[in-house]
């Protein structure tokens, strides 16, 4: 089933909606897949609507926000695994926010249902060259990182 839906565009049901989508990420054309949470008769909650459109609006100065938080968690991660110390070719030490985007490729936006307590609620789904089985996941509140970790963050 197809919907063409006011702020989405037009949406592709399968067990959600979703449509590919093309965006600027930190200069480069990115291709991901744009996933909106919903039922099948395809009404979506005015929440998740603000929540993208606040996303797209302040997009620009949000993802260079986005780089800190990730390169914490990888340097935590890395760490966890003891590669700090021994070399583990898949875990590289990758110091500058240069370096981490070399390792990282944005594949997804999510939109999930709205929960009234949390505010404007958005997660980002990553591809990363250390853990291409897991990736990485952002979650984002009122268009701040409050959670990074593996993909399933972010679904």
Same mark, same amino acid.
Request: glycine fraction near 10%; avoid cysteine; hydrophobic fraction near 35%.
């Given at each position: 089933? #197809? %919907? /063409?839906?006011?702020? !989405?565009?037009?949406? $592709?049901?399968?067990?959600?909606?979703? +449509? &590919? /989508? #093309?965006?600027? !990420?930190?200069? +480069? +054309?990115?291709? %991901?897949?744009?996933?909106? *949470?919903?039922? $099948? *008769?395809? /009404?979506? *909650?005015? $929440?998740?609507?603000?929540?993208?459109?606040?996303?797209?609006? /302040?997009w620009n100065e949000l993802q260079l926000s986005l780089l800190q938080p990730i390169l914490d968690y990888y340097h935590q991660k890395r760490y966890e695994l003891g590669y700090n110390i021994e070399f583990n070719e898949e875990y590289p030490l990758i110091e500058t926010k240069e370096q981490l985007l070399e390792n990282i490729t944005l594949s997804g936006i999510v939109v999930p249902y709205a929960d009234i307590n949390e505010g404007r609620d958005i997660r980002l789904i990553f591809d990363c060259t250390w853990d291409e089985e &897991?990736?990485?996941?952002?979650?984002?509140?009122n268009e701040k990182v409050t959670e990074v970790g593996y993909q399933d963050v972010a679904i």
């Open positions: 089933m #197809t %919907i /063409n839906d006011s702020v !989405f565009g037009e949406l $592709e049901y399968e067990y959600g909606w979703a +449509k &590919n /989508n #093309t965006v600027h !990420f930190l200069g +480069k +054309k990115t291709e %991901i897949d744009l996933m909106i *949470d919903g039922e $099948e *008769d395809g /009404n979506f *909650d005015d $929440e998740q609507y603000i929540a993208y459109q606040s996303l797209m609006q /302040n &897991n990736g990485l996941g952002v979650r984002l509140i």
